[in-house]
């Protein structure tokens, strides 16, 4: 058994956690304070994987910070907030610094706590240029991008690096886990510093993409 699928074990999915709260007063659809309607209910996974870094002075990563532009692929809509889970970590992670990219500049913005880049996540030169810019290793990576496998694979080669030892690397929004599970084989062999597993989490709502990878650092 890895040691994600251990600590997973005591997940349940229909309980409502503070996350679950946060996430959803901020408009993201990562959860809800109703979780058992909520598209996603990623946030009672997390609640297990992060409980420990919550009051510690982390540095957080998020790619894709939501676009509301129609010409955009995989864009929130009209009623969509950009940033809506940037604001619910820093709230969630008190001492935290957020960091986030997006291909959409029209989504960029800056906080006392939150600093967010330009970033195609397709593009290997350009996922470099931005790491340059920040210069600093992450407890957190969440991939909330472009949901494509192609996309994902990308940026996951081109970032796991940034990890440190004891923090995760989350690709959310899994449409196709068969396809991943190929990359997942060869992420297995090539990472042998990480654990590296896709969960489904099981929801009364979502049955197409309600799927994350995660990948842990142990050493």
Sequence with gaps: ????TKKLSGLDETKSTLLCEIMGRNKSDKGNLDITKSWHNYTTVYDILFKDFKDKEISLFELGLGSINPNMPYNMGANGRPG????????YFPKAKIYAADIDKNTLFNTERIETFFCDQK???????MWKKINKDFDIIVEDGLHEIYANVIFFENSIHKIKIGGYFIIE???KPKEMSFHI???????LNFDIELIN???????YDNNMVI???KY
Excluded: C, G, H, T
């Design 1 to 4: 058994m890895s040691s994600i």
């Design 84 to 91: 809506a889970s940037l604001y619910s970590w820093a709230e």
């Design 123 to 129: 593009n290997k030169i350009r996922i470099k240029m």
């Design 173 to 175: 929004d899994i449409a």
């Design 185 to 191: 084989s060869r992420w297995k062999n090539n990472y």
């Design 201 to 207: 989490i099981p929801s009364s709502v979502n049955n």
């Design 215 to 217: 990948a842990y650092r």
